[in-house]
Each structure stands twice: as C-alpha cells, then as structure tokens.
C-alpha cells in the first residue's frame, strides 16, 4: 500500500522532502500559498531524478503522485507523515500546528525541519504535543541520509520508533539526539566553525576561498568518510584514543581559537571519550583504519576530479600539466601511462572489467585530441562517435600496477576512425580493445565527413601506421584469440 506525505513549505528544504519521498515510491502533497511553489519543487524534483537513482545499483521504487493543494487540512488529511518547512517563526509554526492537528490522523509524524528550536518549543500549546518532534534534515534532502531526530519528554517512545523505522525506509539515516538541546547536534559543530570563518575574515587572516579551500583540500575529506572522532583515534596511532587526547589535549587551554569555553579533560571524560571510541572502532587495528581510510579518500577525490570540483580540480590540473602529446608516429602511439587506482578493482582484488573498457576509452580520448577532435573541436557540433568494440582479457592486473597503453590506427579515412589498442605492464599484455568510430554532426546526429585538418592528421597517422604488421587479435570475433 503506498504511504503518502505531506509537505507544509516547499522551499529548498520542503521541495527537498518532497522529492526524498516521492522519488522512494510515497504519494506526496504539497502544502505552499507561494505561487511559484510548483515551479520551485519541480525544479528540485528534476535534480533528484537525475541524481539519488544513481546512488542505487538496483532500480528505484515507482515514483509516487504529486498533488498541490490549497488548505492544509486537504494536504495533511491522511498522511502518514507531515513535514514542516515553514521559516523559523515560533509563532508561524505554532500556527501550522494547529491547523494540522485538527485534520491529521492522531498517529501521523509531524515533523519539524527546524534548526534551532527544541521539541518543547514546539509542542507548546499544542492539542496533542507527543506527536510533534524535530526532524532535521541537511540539504540536499534528496541526497543527504542525516535527519535528526530529537523528541521532548512529552514523545511517547513508539512515536519516536515509528519515525525512526519511517525514515529508514525512505533511505535516511536517523540519529535520535537524546537530550533537547539548541541547534541540536551538527548544527553545534557548523555553527562553531562559522563563527570562527567570520572571525579569521574580520581579522584579515583569510578569505572566504582560502577557507573553503582550508576545509575542502584537508580535514573536509577526512571528515567526509569517518568524522571526528575516528578520524583523531588513527592520529593517535597504535597507542589509541588516550595517546591522542594526551598530546593534543592541552591545546584546549590555548587561545587558538575564539571559542575557549571547554571542558576540563578529566580522567573521567578521557576514559569515556576512550570507551566510546573502542566500542565504535576498535574491532580494527590502526593499520586496518588508515588503509580504509586511504581506499575513502581515493574513491573521493577522483569522484571529485570526475567533476573538476574541490580537491579533485588540483588533480585534473596536475594531470593536465603532465600531459604530453607523442611527436612520432612510426610505431603505435602511447595513449594511456599510469597506475590502476584503488577504486578499479573488483572483490576478486584485480582490475575490474569495466574499467579495461574506460583505459581504452581514455586511450581512443587521447588518440581523438591527437588528430584535433578536442574539446574546441567538440564545441562546434562535431565529433566522433564509437560504433563497436571488441575487449579480448587476457590476464589480471592488481591496484598499483603501472599500465602502459599502445594504439595502432588501422584505418582512418572518410567517417571511420578504426583504433587497435593493447595494455601492457611491462612485458606482459594484459588485454587488448578494438574500436570502430564513426564521424558525426552533433546537431544532426548523423555521419559526415570530419574537418580538412582533422582528416589531414588522422590520414597522416593512418599512413604511417600502415606499415606495421596487423596485430593478433585484430579483426577477431568473441571466442578467438
């Protein structure tokens, strides 16, 4: 049976609801007297469409409905589930509450998006308080699994488990916080490095980019795959969480910061701080930690260099600064020299197969920028298109494995481009991949003729290549060596 939604408030943090529930199979209303809400939540849901399936390797739920209503009583009637994203007005939100309440089923989650007011706040004044708690999200809602979830005192404990259980289901990760507290938990840290960025600034001591370059080039990652605390246990070596907090513990008392209300380190706090810590990792040895640490790290910032973003723009511009193009084309040309990274390798530890298709991809970019298909090239509506290809595997590779690839063209005339690549490390060859291109316009997505200059060059190399003997395996069908 579909579960339906309703969201009070389609802003950036509502239309993010409304899509995280929609696009996990829930039927969803949308409560906005804004005009231009349906514009606004569309615009959000088409980014979640094109970006949380990709989180998923299996297929997603069959989206659910999505209806804009005109009352509140209309949107929530029904619902087992009831998102508040109106601004952070007590009174306002007081307002919504109890015009909810009076159409809403007793047992429906009504959830605040709020980031600073505590549950009690909320509840007060309310006809059946226990039903209202935070449920604070982080954007983009779509993407991001954190909500936290904080109940009052007045929170029946199956309240608390059914939004729980119900947030779990839609892929969100719940914390419940067990204290009502302001802001209550990573809102605390954000707020706390904020008001720190405004003080560095005022004082001249950095700019907004030297910060954000600060937090995304260096402690951002690390944050990114273990957090805070596992992060300082690796710090502290094999000697553990108490090594750390005995050597950096002290620079609590120094005034490196604008924020010097700390707590005392106690032996009490350091042996819970160590508990915790042991009972959250310690089934790993430090080594064990830094090699998943390293393997996180790896798998990020080349997510990032995918993008050009962030860390992984110094990457690609490092690669780039590297790149040469081959001067001589008497023999076949080196279109692909590194090393197989972490995050190619499959759970049988070597080279996964797909990623021998993107080394020959790499290697046919390469070739492409060589003959003048490049990114300018691209640009003015023509390019080459792979038609067919062929992937003989003939041994394995590990992570670490330095791979050289050749390319022999074995054809290059009119609106063909045919390309024989095989990977090597060192003298042993590892596969071979055979492509066929073809020529196209961009704007008719059909075959035609490249440029003068781009035939001239690829003809040149053609020729040149022509000589040489035809490698093994060329032409070769499925089953043949």
Not at 257 to 263: A, E, N, Q
Not at 309 to 315: C, E, F, I, P, V
Not at 360 to 385: Q, R
Request: proline share 5%; aromatic share 8%; net charge negative.
């Amino acid at each position: 049976m579909t579960q339906t939604a309703a969201i009070i408030g389609g802003g950036v943090i509502g239309g993010g609801w409304a899509a995280r529930f929609l696009l996990m199979g829930w039927d969803v209303r949308v409560f906005d007297p804004d005009p231009e809400a349906e514009r606004k939540i569309a615009e959000v849901l088409a980014n979640a469409r094109r970006s949380l399936p990709g989180l998923s390797d299996l297929a997603m739920p069959e989206e659910g409905a999505l209806s804009f209503h005109e009352s509140m009583e209309s949107a929530v009637k029904g619902a087992r589930w009831i998102q508040e994203s109106v601004p952070e007005r007590l009174e306002l939100k007081h307002k919504v509450y109890r015009t909810v309440q009076t159409a809403c089923e007793p047992d429906a989650v009504i959830g605040s998006s709020t980031s600073g007011f505590k549950p009690s706040q909320l509840q007060e004044g309310a006809e059946r308080p226990g039903q209202i708690l935070v449920a604070h999200p982080f954007n983009p809602v779509y993407l991001l699994p954190l909500v936290e979830l904080v109940p009052s005192e007045a929170t029946p404990a199956a309240m608390v488990s059914a939004a729980k259980e119900l947030a779990t289901s839609i892929g969100m990760a719940p914390l419940v916080v067990r204290k009502e507290i302001d802001a209550h938990i990573a809102d605390r840290f954000l707020e706390a490095v904020w008001r720190e960025a405004l003080w560095l600034i005022k004082d001249g001591v950095a700019t907004t980019e030297e910060i954000d370059n600060a937090i995304r080039y260096g402690f951002g990652l690390r944050w990114a795959q273990m957090g805070l605390f596992e992060t300082y246990r690796v710090a502290g070596g094999e000697a553990g969480m108490k090594h750390f907090i005995a050597q950096f513990g002290p620079c609590l008392e120094w005034p490196w910061t604008k924020l010097m209300d700390v707590p005392e380190l106690t032996p009490e706090l350091v042996d819970q701080i160590a508990e915790q810590s042991d009972a959250q990792s310690g089934q790993y040895s430090i080594r064990e930690l830094e090699r998943i640490r390293d393997n996180n790290l790896v798998a990020m910032l080349r997510a990032l260099k995918a993008q050009n973003w962030g860390a992984g723009a110094l990457l690609k511009a490092a690669d780039t600064s590297r790149k040469s193009m081959p001067a001589v084309f008497s023999q076949p040309i080196v279109t692909v020299d590194r090393a197989v990274p972490l995050d190619w390798t499959d759970y049988n530890g070597h080279m996964n197969e797909a990623k021998y298709l993107q080394a020959f991809g790499d290697a046919t970019d390469l070739f492409m920028e060589l003959v003048g298909c490049d990114a300018d090239y691209i640009a003015s509506g023509l390019s080459y298109f792979t038609a067919e290809t062929h992937i003989r595997h003939i041994d394995e590779v590990h992570a670490g494995a330095r791979i050289v690839i050749r390319t022999q063209c074995l054809l290059g005339e009119g609106k063909k481009m045919h390309l024989f690549h095989e990977m090597w490390e060192g003298e042993r060859l590892l596969a071979t991949g055979e492509h066929m291109l073809i020529h196209v316009s961009l704007e008719t997505r059909r075959a035609c003729v490249p440029s003068d200059a781009v035939a001239a060059k690829l003809g040149e190399i053609a020729q040149a290549h022509a000589s040489l003997p035809l490698p093994e395996g060329a032409g070769a069908a499925v089953g043949r060596r």
